[in-house]
C-alpha cells in the first residue's frame, strides 16, 4: 500500500508559475513510476505529467509540454510538478498517482495503470 498526499497548490495569476509536491510513504519509493493528472468538473481526469522508476524517462500531454516539468527526488519520496507560464485552462483539481505497472512504460497518461492516488490538490489560475 502506498499513501500520497499532494501539496502546492492555489491561486496564481496567468503567466505565473506554481509548484506542486507529491509526497509518498507506505513502500518503496523508488519502485514506482509516478503521475500527475488533472480533472475539472464534467470532465474526465486529464493526464498532465509522468516520471519513470529512477527519473531517466519524463512524458507530458501536448497541453503543457515546455511549460510544465516533471521530477522527482527518491531519497526524499517526492515526486514535483513545476508549472511555468500557467493559464486559466491550466486551473483544475491536481492529483498524483503511483504505478508499479511495466505498462506505464508504452502508455503513461493512462489512467488505469496507476493504482495509488493522492487527495488531489487544487490549483487556479485568474486571468
Known amino acids: 500500500q502506498v499513501q500520497l498526499v499532494e501539496s502546492g497548490g492555489g491561486l496564481v495569476q496567468a503567466g505565473g508559475s506554481l509548484r506542486l509536491s507529491c509526497a509518498a510513504s507506505?513502500?518503496?519509493?523508488?519502485?514506482?513510476?509516478m503521475g500527475w493528472f488533472r480533472q475539472t468538473p464534467g470532465k474526465e481526469r486529464e493526464f498532465v505529467a509522468a516520471?519513470?522508476?529512477?527519473?531517466?524517462?519524463?512524458y507530458y500531454a501536448d497541453s503543457v509540454k515546455g511549460r510544465f516539468a516533471i521530477s522527482r527526488d527518491n531519497a526524499k519520496s517526492t515526486v514535483y510538478l513545476q508549472m511555468n507560464d500557467l493559464n486559466p485552462e491550466d486551473t483544475a483539481v491536481y492529483y498524483c498517482?503511483?504505478?508499479?505497472?511495466?505498462?506505464?512504460?508504452?502508455?503513461?497518461?493512462?489512467?488505469?495503470?496507476?493504482?495509488?492516488w493522492g487527495q488531489g490538490t487544487q490549483v487556479t489560475v485568474s486571468s
Open positions: 498517482a503511483a504505478t508499479s505497472s511495466r505498462g506505464f512504460t508504452t502508455q503513461p497518461g493512462t489512467v488505469r495503470h496507476y493504482e495509488y
Open positions: 507506505g513502500r518503496t519509493f523508488s519502485s514506482y513510476a
Open positions: 516520471i519513470s522508476w529512477r527519473g531517466s524517462s519524463t
